[in-house]
């Protein structure tokens, strides 16, 4: 049984053309008069643009998760170090041109600061 907590929760998308294309195509994009649940970030994508994304993605009541490419992620590393809200959940991936580093995901930091680990 689905918690209804979580019931009509969108997922926002930080990410490469790629990745935001692979997620609006499985259905994940939303776009309404307050805007849309997505960025695609370009090389002339300034990081000030993806920080104001990620912001308005975090303090909107209709999103659950956010998930952002790692190479992006690392744009704007010390505003999600500073990032304790549980919902929306913050979770990094990799994309087609730059692999996975768990050293970089601020995620597998906190767990690890919390089973005890430096």
């Given at each position: 049984?689905?918690?209804?907590?979580?019931?009509?929760?969108?997922?926002?998308?930080?990410?490469?053309?790629?990745?935001?294309?692979?997620?609006?195509?499985?259905?994940?994009?939303?776009?309404?008069?307050?805007?849309?649940?997505?960025?695609?970030?370009?090389?002339?994508?300034?990081p000030?643009?993806?920080?104001?994304?990620?912001?308005?993605?975090?303090?909107?009541?209709?999103?659950?998760?956010?998930?952002?490419?790692?190479?992006?992620?690392?744009?704007?590393?010390?505003?999600?170090?500073?990032?304790?809200?549980l919902?929306?959940?913050?979770?990094?991936?990799?994309?087609?041109?730059?692999?996975?580093?768990?050293?970089?995901d601020?995620?597998?930091?906190?767990?690890?600061?919390?089973?005890?680990?430096?």
């Amino acid at each position: 049984m689905a918690d209804s907590q979580f019931s009509g929760k969108l997922i926002g998308v930080i990410g490469d053309e790629d990745t935001v294309t692979g997620f609006l195509l499985a259905g994940v994009g939303e776009r309404t008069s307050a805007g849309t649940n997505f960025l695609v970030v370009k090389k002339e994508t300034r990081p000030a643009e993806v920080l104001q994304k990620f912001k308005e993605l975090t303090e909107r009541e209709d999103v659950a998760i956010i998930l952002i490419n790692q190479h992006i992620a690392n744009l704007i590393r010390q505003e999600l170090a500073k990032y304790t809200k549980l919902v929306p959940t913050v979770l990094e991936i990799p994309s087609k041109e730059h692999p996975y580093d768990p050293t970089k995901d601020q995620v597998l930091k906190q767990v690890n600061l919390l089973l005890g680990g430096e």
